[in-house]
């Protein structure tokens, strides 16, 4: 998708500090994170926001709870917990319009979320 950051992050035209990448995801740091371990996972696929998910996108969503499981073993926060954050348009602060979840963790999070 042209002008879309992430697919521009995908195609490597511009840099990212990708962790881990498959044929459906890529991984890579947060550039302003929001706790000691912030990762995104965001689909090769440009979604602009879940609500644009198709069924035939399960598969892919599953497979993306999957890599987080993983990268959160990988990076020590899988004992004492994280979070898997997806935000959906403004009210819940979407920046970016290709989908993305966040992997937040290395530290106590509130609840109710601000
Ligand atoms: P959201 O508010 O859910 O759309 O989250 C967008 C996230 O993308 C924010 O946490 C930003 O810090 C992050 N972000 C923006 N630009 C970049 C970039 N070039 N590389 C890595 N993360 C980025
Ligand atoms: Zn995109």
């Known amino acids: 998708m ?4 992430f697919c521009k992050i995908i195609s490597k035209e511009i840099k990212s500090n990708t962790i881990y990448e498959d044929e459906k995801v890529v991984a890579f740091l ?3 994170p929001k706790a000691p371990t912030h990762i995104l996972i965001v689909p090769k696929k ?4 879940i609500l644009e998910m198709e069924e035939k996108d399960k598969e892919l969503i599953g497979h993306i709870y999957w890599v987080a ?3 959160a ?6 004992q004492e917990g994280f979070r898997v954050v997806l935000n ?3 009210d819940a602060g979407q920046e970016v319009f ?3 979840f966040h ?3 290395g530290r106590k999070f509130s609840w109710p979320p601000g």
């Open 2 to 5: 042209p002008n879309c950051l």
């Open 30 to 32: 947060d550039i302003n």
């Open 46 to 49: 440009h979604i602009s926001t």
């Open 69 to 71: 499981n993983n990268l």
């Open 73 to 78: 073993i990988n990076n020590s926060i899988n």
């Open 88 to 90: 959906c348009n403004k």
């Open 98 to 100: 290709h989908i993305h």
């Open 103 to 105: 992997l937040l963790g």
